[in-house]
């Protein structure tokens, strides 16, 4: 069974960097033509696809956040990690870690992990 | 890139059958049949309901289908129980390698 951990701090404050990583166990991570994603939920609100990693190093991200994005991946360790650049408040809320198969169809998610921008 | 359009909320009682519906455009939903549809229990990561429009992973109970029409798509939930109260949300690739999700819906089951 696959299975997704994200970590990371829960609090950065304003104008810094926010910096997650997600932990891949149970399945073929570098083989299988996955894609790795980062998606992010507001509370109360919907999601928000930020962008997705292929274990050859090949990204893509939501052109609202691209400025701002930077994924990575280290296939040694099976993680695959999120810097969002000059945070605002906006930007809390619960960062999630995903698999996909390409196409947009996400079968196996991390738990979540809350990220508040505060001073 | 902009969202997809859902209702913020549908309701109805056990037994009966609720269609939540999630609008795009000719970029996303109208072009490409990758269309998912994710359940969400509040404190909890979304669960795969449906993907590419009609297919349920396994697991997944038959009272829950999935339809597509032009620019829209439908999640249809039938015999609905009051474990289906939850949040919905629908999702489509978008093209040129980007995804796009839905606002979300909460489902009542009165």
């Known amino acids: 069974q696959v299975q997704l951990q994200e970590s990371g701090p829960g609090l950065v404050k304003p104008s810094q960097t926010l910096s997650l990583t997600c932990t891949v166990s149970?399945?073929?991570?570098?083989?299988?033509?996955?894609?790795w994603t980062w998606i992010r939920q507001p509370a109360g609100e919907g999601l928000e696809w930020i962008g997705r990693?292929?274990?050859?190093?090949?990204?893509n991200y939501n052109p609202s956040l691209k400025s701002r994005s930077t994924m990575s991946v280290d296939t040694s360790k099976n993680q695959f990690s999120l810097n969002l650049s000059s945070v605002t408040a906006a930007d809390t809320a619960v960062y999630y870690c995903?698999?996909?198969?390409?196409?947009?169809?996400?079968?196996?998610w991390g738990q979540g992990t809350l990220v508040t921008v505060s001073s | 890139q902009s969202a997809l359009t859902q209702p913020a909320s549908v309701s109805g009682s056990p037994g009966q059958s609720i269609t939540i519906s999630c609008t795009g455009t000719?970029?996303?939903?109208?072009?490409?049949?990758?269309v998912s549809w994710y359940q969400q229990h509040p404190g909890k990561a979304p669960n795969l309901m449906i993907y590419?429009?009609?297919k349920r992973p396994s697991g997944v109970s038959n009272r829950f289908s999935g339809s597509k029409s032009g620019n829209t798509a439908s999640l249809t939930i039938s015999g609905l129980q009051a474990e289906d109260e939850a949040d919905y949300h629908c999702?489509?690739?978008?093209?040129?390698?980007?995804?796009?999700f839905g606002g979300g819906t909460k489902l009542t089951v009165l």
């Open positions: 995903a698999r996909d198969s390409g196409s947009g169809t996400h079968s196996y």
């Open positions: 149970g399945g073929s991570f570098s083989s299988g033509g996955y894609y």
């Open positions: 990693i292929y274990a050859s190093g090949s990204t």
């Open positions: 000719s970029s996303d939903v109208g072009t490409y049949n990758y």
């Open positions: 590419d429009v009609t």
């Open positions: 999702c489509s690739y978008a093209g040129s390698n980007t995804v796009v």
